[in-house]
T-cell receptor, first 114, second 115 residues
Framework: RKEVEQDPGPFNVPEGATVAFNCTYS??????FFWYRQDCRKEPKLLMS???SGNEDGRFTAQLNRASQYISLLIRDSKLSDSATYLC???????????????FGKGTKLSVKP | EPEVTQTPSHQVTQMGQEVILRCVPI?????FYWYRQILGQKVEFLVS????????KSEIFDDQFSVERPDGSNFTLKIRSTKLEDSAMYFC?????????????FGSGTQLSVL
């Protein structure tokens, strides 16, 4: 099973639409979860961290379900500028139980059309 | 916001040549990383570095790769004898700690093309 799995998309939506991305992870011991955004040929940029209680930042809402090892990102009222690839990111765990490096999903491509 | 800087932005080299990719992490950060992304593929972890030594490395990071922090500011990735399949975007990243939720800052990357 891949460590972090995402639907590759692309998701083609009109401006103003609501779009949801899903992600599953394989390591039940993972403690940190993030959504990153990557524009074409650019570096990943942190969009938001994901907390157990769920969190919201403006039009963006992230949810975590530890029992199902599932993370989601909801974008409301999508803008043209939201067009990008959205990366689900989970920390690995070292053998000693401490947090290790970040593992990236392949990303879900979003294209918002006028 | 502080930045991780990488040079050069593009590097073209012949197969079998050595390349050194350079990075200046954020000044008070303690953990440094190299990731790579082959065109159309996911971002892949190569190596992490802490306290002047490698703390973790992936299967990709074989004997052809090495990292060094030669002074207090630079963090370099060396590929001794490049192969065609080493062509990728290489991202340097840093963060202050590995605490839960600690943000990872990425540089803008070096696009390596091996001919």
């Amino acid at each position: 099973r891949k460590e972090v799995e995402q639907d590759p998309g692309p998701f083609n939506v009109p401006e103003g639409a609501t779009v949801a991305f899903n992600c599953t992870y394989s390591n039940s011991a993972s403690q940190s979860f993030f959504w990153y955004r990557q524009d074409c040929r650019k570096e990943p940029k942190l969009l938001m961290s994901v907390y157990s209680s769920g969190n919201e930042d403006g039009r963006f809402t992230a949810q975590l379900n530890r029992a199902s090892q599932y993370i989601s990102l909801l974008i409301r009222d999508s803008k043209l500028s939201d067009s990008a690839t959205y990366l689900c990111v989970v920390n690995s765990m070292n053998y000693g139980g401490s947090q290790g490096n970040l593992i990236f999903g392949k990303g879900t491509k979003l294209s918002v059309k006028p | 916001e502080p930045e991780v800087t990488q040079t050069p932005s593009h590097q073209v080299t012949q197969m079998g040549q050595e390349v050194i990719l350079r990075c200046v992490p954020i000044s008070n950060h303690l953990y440094f990383y190299w990731y790579r992304q082959i065109l159309g593929q996911k971002v892949e972890f190569l190596v992490s570095f802490y306290n002047n030594e490698i703390s973790e490395k992936s299967e990709i990071f074989d004997d052809q790769f090495s990292v060094e922090r030669p002074d207090g500011s630079n963090f370099t990735l060396k590929i001794r004898s490049t192969k065609l399949e080493d062509s990728a975007m290489y991202f340097c990243a840093s963060r202050f700690s590995q605490s839960m939720g600690e943000k990872l800052f990425f540089g803008s990357g070096t696009q390596l093309s091996v001919l």
